[in-house]
Protein backbone atom coordinates (compact mmCIF):
# COMPACT_ATOMS: atom_id res chain seq x y z
CA UNK A 1 0.00 0.00 0.00
CA UNK A 2 1.37 3.33 -0.79
CA UNK A 3 -0.96 5.65 1.01
CA UNK A 4 -3.49 4.92 3.78
CA UNK A 5 -5.55 7.73 4.55
CA UNK A 6 -7.72 8.66 8.10
CA UNK A 7 -10.49 11.14 7.56
CA UNK A 8 -13.95 12.22 6.87
CA UNK A 9 -16.34 11.73 3.90
CA UNK A 10 -19.33 13.40 2.52
CA UNK A 11 -21.32 14.04 -0.88
CA UNK A 12 -21.04 17.06 -2.48
CA UNK A 13 -24.21 18.61 -4.57
CA UNK A 14 -22.57 21.18 -6.79
CA UNK A 15 -23.92 24.28 -8.30
CA UNK A 16 -22.60 26.28 -10.81
CA UNK A 17 -23.77 29.73 -11.37
CA UNK A 18 -23.13 32.94 -12.99
CA UNK A 19 -23.38 34.77 -9.82
CA UNK A 20 -24.64 33.73 -6.58
CA UNK A 21 -28.26 35.71 -6.14
CA UNK A 22 -28.59 38.22 -3.03
CA UNK A 23 -31.54 37.95 -0.73
CA UNK A 24 -34.71 36.73 -2.12
CA UNK A 25 -33.50 36.88 -5.42
CA UNK A 26 -32.98 33.66 -7.80
CA UNK A 27 -30.43 33.11 -10.75
CA UNK A 28 -29.80 29.73 -13.49
CA UNK A 29 -27.89 26.69 -12.51
CA UNK A 30 -25.36 26.63 -15.28
CA UNK A 31 -24.06 22.84 -14.45
CA UNK A 32 -23.86 20.53 -11.52
CA UNK A 33 -22.56 17.08 -10.25
CA UNK A 34 -23.05 15.14 -7.38
CA UNK A 35 -19.69 14.17 -6.54
CA UNK A 36 -17.57 12.65 -3.20
CA UNK A 37 -15.91 14.82 -1.03
CA UNK A 38 -13.83 15.36 1.84
CA UNK A 39 -9.93 16.55 2.48
CA UNK A 40 -8.04 13.37 2.99
CA UNK A 41 -10.59 10.81 0.90
CA UNK A 42 -10.44 13.67 -2.27
CA UNK A 43 -6.24 13.18 -2.04
CA UNK A 44 -6.95 9.73 -1.94
CA UNK A 45 -8.90 9.82 -5.27
CA UNK A 46 -6.14 12.19 -6.48
CA UNK A 47 -3.25 9.66 -5.61
CA UNK A 48 -5.14 6.73 -7.30
CA UNK A 49 -5.80 8.52 -10.58
CA UNK A 50 -2.75 9.15 -10.73
CA UNK A 51 -1.24 5.45 -10.28
CA UNK A 52 -0.60 5.32 -6.34
CA UNK A 53 -2.14 2.53 -4.24
CA UNK A 54 -4.22 3.83 -1.41
CA UNK A 55 -6.50 2.62 0.75
CA UNK A 56 -9.04 4.87 2.76
CA UNK A 57 -9.94 4.05 6.89
CA UNK A 58 -13.53 6.26 7.76
CA UNK A 59 -17.30 5.63 9.02
CA UNK A 60 -20.09 6.07 6.90
CA UNK A 61 -23.93 5.89 7.08
CA UNK A 62 -25.75 2.93 6.16
CA UNK A 63 -27.49 5.40 3.57
CA UNK A 64 -27.71 6.18 -0.04
CA UNK A 65 -24.99 8.93 0.50
CA UNK A 66 -23.03 6.47 2.40
CA UNK A 67 -23.25 3.96 -0.61
CA UNK A 68 -22.42 6.56 -3.20
CA UNK A 69 -19.10 7.31 -1.16
CA UNK A 70 -18.35 3.89 -1.34
CA UNK A 71 -19.11 2.75 -4.92
CA UNK A 72 -16.92 6.24 -6.05
CA UNK A 73 -13.84 4.80 -4.39
CA UNK A 74 -14.04 1.60 -6.01
CA UNK A 75 -14.64 3.45 -9.16
CA UNK A 76 -11.13 5.32 -9.05
CA UNK A 77 -9.37 2.31 -7.36
CA UNK A 78 -8.86 3.38 -4.17
CA UNK A 79 -9.62 0.08 -1.42
CA UNK A 80 -12.56 0.18 0.84
CA UNK A 81 -11.74 -2.72 3.28
CA UNK A 82 -11.49 -0.95 6.29
CA UNK A 83 -14.69 1.79 6.02
CA UNK A 84 -16.84 1.20 9.02
CA UNK A 85 -20.52 1.41 7.83
CA UNK A 86 -22.51 2.99 10.90
CA UNK A 87 -26.02 1.31 10.46
CA UNK A 88 -27.75 3.95 12.41
CA UNK A 89 -25.91 7.05 11.21
CA UNK A 90 -26.67 9.37 8.18
CA UNK A 91 -23.45 10.22 6.05
CA UNK A 92 -22.66 13.78 6.02
CA UNK A 93 -23.18 16.04 2.73
CA UNK A 94 -22.65 19.26 1.57
CA UNK A 95 -24.02 22.10 -0.91
CA UNK A 96 -21.29 23.57 -2.77
CA UNK A 97 -22.06 27.01 -4.94
CA UNK A 98 -19.53 27.81 -7.26
CA UNK A 99 -19.65 31.23 -9.33
CA UNK A 100 -18.04 32.93 -12.52
CA UNK A 101 -18.14 36.54 -11.24
CA UNK A 102 -15.59 35.88 -8.06
CA UNK A 103 -14.48 32.20 -8.99
CA UNK A 104 -14.91 31.33 -5.27
CA UNK A 105 -17.24 28.82 -3.79
CA UNK A 106 -20.14 28.75 -0.61
CA UNK A 107 -20.41 25.55 1.02
CA UNK A 108 -23.62 24.36 3.26
CA UNK A 109 -22.70 21.72 5.21
CA UNK A 110 -24.77 19.02 7.20
CA UNK A 111 -22.45 17.26 9.19
CA UNK A 112 -24.66 13.74 9.12
CA UNK A 113 -25.34 11.75 12.00
CA UNK A 114 -22.42 9.20 12.27
CA UNK A 115 -20.46 8.05 15.52
CA UNK A 116 -17.19 9.26 15.59
CA UNK A 117 -14.61 6.84 14.11
CA UNK A 118 -12.81 5.13 17.31
CA UNK A 119 -8.89 3.57 17.92
CA UNK A 120 -10.80 0.13 18.02
CA UNK A 121 -12.02 0.93 14.62
CA UNK A 122 -8.35 0.88 13.19
CA UNK A 123 -6.51 -2.13 12.12
CA UNK A 124 -2.85 -1.19 13.09
CA UNK A 125 -1.11 -3.47 10.49
CA UNK A 126 -2.74 -2.15 7.87
CA UNK A 127 -1.78 1.13 8.60
CA UNK A 128 2.04 0.34 9.28
CA UNK A 129 1.24 -1.33 5.44
CA UNK A 130 1.75 1.76 3.93
CA UNK A 131 4.75 4.13 2.48
CA UNK A 132 2.44 7.41 3.92
CA UNK A 133 -0.13 8.69 6.32
CA UNK A 134 -2.43 11.61 4.97
CA UNK A 135 -4.84 13.21 7.88
CA UNK A 136 -6.56 16.12 8.35
CA UNK A 137 -7.77 16.17 12.27
CA UNK A 138 -6.45 15.60 15.06
CA UNK A 139 -8.86 13.37 16.54
CA UNK A 140 -8.24 10.63 18.84
CA UNK A 141 -8.27 7.98 16.01
CA UNK A 142 -6.19 9.96 13.23
CA UNK A 143 -3.60 10.59 16.62
CA UNK A 144 -3.38 7.18 16.97
CA UNK A 145 -2.94 6.44 13.68
CA UNK A 146 0.08 9.12 13.60
CA UNK A 147 1.96 7.60 16.25
CA UNK A 148 1.56 3.56 14.75
CA UNK A 149 2.96 5.19 11.85
CA UNK A 150 6.03 6.62 13.13
CA UNK A 151 6.82 3.68 14.97
CA UNK A 152 7.80 2.14 11.43
CA UNK A 153 9.00 5.24 10.29
CA UNK A 154 6.20 6.09 7.96
CA UNK A 155 6.04 9.81 6.85
CA UNK A 156 2.97 11.00 8.35
CA UNK A 157 1.48 14.21 5.88
CA UNK A 158 -1.01 16.74 7.20
CA UNK A 159 -3.44 18.80 5.74
CA UNK A 160 -4.78 21.93 7.51
CA UNK A 161 -6.92 23.86 5.89
CA UNK A 162 -8.86 25.69 8.90
CA UNK A 163 -6.40 26.84 11.97
CA UNK A 164 -8.09 24.54 14.22
CA UNK A 165 -5.98 24.06 18.30
CA UNK A 166 -5.95 20.18 17.61
CA UNK A 167 -4.07 20.69 14.54
CA UNK A 168 -1.18 22.48 17.19
CA UNK A 169 -1.32 19.15 19.38
CA UNK A 170 -0.72 17.04 16.28
CA UNK A 171 2.03 18.84 14.69
CA UNK A 172 5.12 17.25 16.44
CA UNK A 173 3.84 14.15 14.96
CA UNK A 174 3.27 15.57 11.58
CA UNK A 175 6.53 14.92 8.88
CA UNK A 176 4.46 17.15 6.11
CA UNK A 177 2.61 19.55 7.24
CA UNK A 178 0.74 21.41 4.38
CA UNK A 179 -1.65 24.47 5.00
CA UNK A 180 -3.93 26.77 3.30
CA UNK A 181 -3.37 30.38 2.79
CA UNK A 182 -6.60 30.76 5.24
CA UNK A 183 -4.64 28.61 8.53
CA UNK A 184 -1.64 30.91 7.47
CA UNK A 185 -3.10 34.29 7.97
CA UNK A 186 -4.95 32.85 11.37
CA UNK A 187 -1.35 32.66 13.24
CA UNK A 188 0.69 34.81 10.97
CA UNK A 189 0.32 38.50 10.38
CA UNK A 190 3.30 38.62 7.82
CA UNK A 191 3.87 37.47 4.98
CA UNK A 192 7.79 36.84 5.60
CA UNK A 193 6.95 33.11 4.32
CA UNK A 194 10.48 31.72 4.59
CA UNK A 195 11.07 32.59 8.12
CA UNK A 196 6.88 31.44 9.26
CA UNK A 197 7.89 28.10 7.64
CA UNK A 198 10.60 27.56 9.24
CA UNK A 199 8.16 28.32 12.87
CA UNK A 200 6.34 26.04 11.81
CA UNK A 201 9.26 23.46 11.01
CA UNK A 202 10.88 24.39 14.41
CA UNK A 203 7.65 22.26 16.01
CA UNK A 204 8.31 19.09 13.99
CA UNK A 205 8.20 18.77 10.30
CA UNK A 206 10.39 18.58 7.46
CA UNK A 207 8.23 19.96 5.24
CA UNK A 208 6.09 23.01 5.20
CA UNK A 209 4.28 23.94 2.79
CA UNK A 210 1.49 26.61 2.49
CA UNK A 211 -1.04 26.94 -0.56
CA UNK A 212 -1.66 30.30 -1.77
CA UNK A 213 -4.54 29.76 -4.30
CA UNK A 214 -3.76 31.89 -7.52
CA UNK A 215 -0.33 32.97 -5.85
CA UNK A 216 1.22 29.48 -6.13
CA UNK A 217 2.53 28.31 -2.99
CA UNK A 218 5.70 28.64 -0.80
CA UNK A 219 7.20 26.08 1.29
CA UNK A 220 10.49 24.63 2.88
CA UNK A 221 12.61 21.61 3.42
CA UNK A 222 15.07 20.94 5.41
CA UNK A 223 17.20 24.28 4.25
CA UNK A 224 15.44 25.15 0.67
CA UNK A 225 13.23 27.60 1.11
CA UNK A 226 10.88 27.60 -2.47
CA UNK A 227 7.96 29.08 -3.91
CA UNK A 228 6.28 28.15 -7.37
CA UNK A 229 4.08 29.90 -9.31
CA UNK A 230 0.41 29.07 -9.98
CA UNK A 231 -0.76 27.66 -13.54
CA UNK A 232 -3.19 30.11 -15.20
CA UNK A 233 -6.46 28.15 -15.81
CA UNK A 234 -9.91 29.20 -17.27
CA UNK A 235 -11.22 28.50 -12.99
CA UNK A 236 -15.00 27.08 -13.14
CA UNK A 237 -14.43 26.01 -9.56
CA UNK A 238 -11.86 25.41 -6.85
CA UNK A 239 -13.79 23.27 -4.48
CA UNK A 240 -11.36 20.41 -3.37
CA UNK A 241 -8.22 22.54 -4.96
CA UNK A 242 -6.14 22.14 -1.83
CA UNK A 243 -7.62 18.10 -1.42
CA UNK A 244 -6.15 17.19 -4.60
CA UNK A 245 -2.77 19.55 -4.49
CA UNK A 246 -2.21 17.36 -1.08
CA UNK A 247 -2.97 14.23 -3.40
CA UNK A 248 -0.41 15.12 -6.05
CA UNK A 249 1.77 16.17 -3.52
CA UNK A 250 2.07 13.31 -1.76
CA UNK A 251 2.34 11.15 -5.45
CA UNK A 252 5.94 13.26 -5.95
CA UNK A 253 7.22 12.45 -2.72
CA UNK A 254 6.54 8.53 -3.30
CA UNK A 255 8.44 9.31 -7.02
CA UNK A 256 11.35 10.92 -4.62
CA UNK A 257 11.19 13.98 -6.69
CA UNK A 258 13.19 16.73 -5.89
CA UNK A 259 10.55 19.68 -4.00
CA UNK A 260 10.58 21.92 -6.49
CA UNK A 261 9.15 19.32 -8.90
CA UNK A 262 6.69 18.47 -6.25
CA UNK A 263 5.65 21.39 -5.54
CA UNK A 264 5.15 22.69 -9.57
CA UNK A 265 3.47 19.03 -10.42
CA UNK A 266 1.19 20.09 -7.57
CA UNK A 267 -0.03 23.50 -8.64
CA UNK A 268 -0.48 21.80 -12.14
CA UNK A 269 -2.41 19.07 -10.68
CA UNK A 270 -4.55 21.44 -8.52
CA UNK A 271 -5.11 24.02 -11.33
CA UNK A 272 -6.82 21.12 -14.14
CA UNK A 273 -8.99 19.83 -11.38
CA UNK A 274 -10.22 23.72 -11.19
CA UNK A 275 -11.28 23.96 -14.60
CA UNK A 276 -14.38 21.69 -13.60
CA UNK A 277 -16.77 21.68 -11.09
CA UNK A 278 -16.50 19.69 -8.24
CA UNK A 279 -13.55 17.68 -6.23
CA UNK A 280 -13.19 14.95 -8.90
CA UNK A 281 -14.49 15.03 -12.05
CA UNK A 282 -11.34 17.02 -12.96
CA UNK A 283 -8.69 15.13 -11.26
CA UNK A 284 -6.09 14.35 -14.47
CA UNK A 285 -4.04 11.58 -15.10
CA UNK A 286 -0.80 11.30 -14.87
CA UNK A 287 -0.53 11.27 -19.12
CA UNK A 288 -2.60 14.01 -18.79
CA UNK A 289 -0.80 15.91 -16.44
CA UNK A 290 2.78 15.54 -18.40
CA UNK A 291 0.60 16.32 -21.30
CA UNK A 292 -0.11 19.92 -19.52
CA UNK A 293 3.02 20.84 -18.18
CA UNK A 294 4.85 20.20 -22.01
CA UNK A 295 2.99 21.89 -24.03
CA UNK A 296 -0.24 24.07 -21.80
CA UNK A 297 -2.92 21.75 -22.91
CA UNK A 298 -5.69 20.03 -21.04
CA UNK A 299 -6.66 16.75 -22.84
CA UNK A 300 -10.15 16.83 -21.67
CA UNK A 301 -11.31 13.63 -23.63
CA UNK A 302 -11.16 11.45 -20.17
CA UNK A 303 -12.06 14.44 -17.91
CA UNK A 304 -15.22 15.10 -19.89
CA UNK A 305 -16.52 11.58 -19.63
CA UNK A 306 -16.41 11.64 -15.97
CA UNK A 307 -18.48 15.02 -15.78
CA UNK A 308 -21.18 13.25 -17.77
CA UNK A 309 -21.00 10.66 -15.61
CA UNK A 310 -21.53 12.51 -12.04
CA UNK A 311 -24.55 14.50 -13.53
CA UNK A 312 -26.13 11.04 -13.63
CA UNK A 313 -24.53 9.80 -10.22
CA UNK A 314 -27.96 10.13 -7.71
Not at 252 to 262: A, V
Request: net charge neutral; with cysteine.
Amino acid sequence: MDVVGIGKVAVDLLANVPKIPKEDDRTTIKDYSWQGGGKVPTALVALARLGAKCGMITIVGDCNYGRFCIEDFKYHGVDVSQIVVDKKGQTPFSIVLSDDYTHGRSIMHYPGTCRSLEISDLDKDYIQSARYLHLAYGTPASRQGAIWAREKGIPVVFDADYYRPDIEEMIPLIDVFIASEFYYKAIFDDEDYERNCKKIQSMGPDIVVFTLGQRGCVGIKGNMFFMEDAFRVAVKDTTGAGDVYHGAFIYGLLQNWDIQKIARFSNAVAAIKCTRIGGRAAIPTLETVTKFLDTGIIDYAEIDKRVVMYRRSI
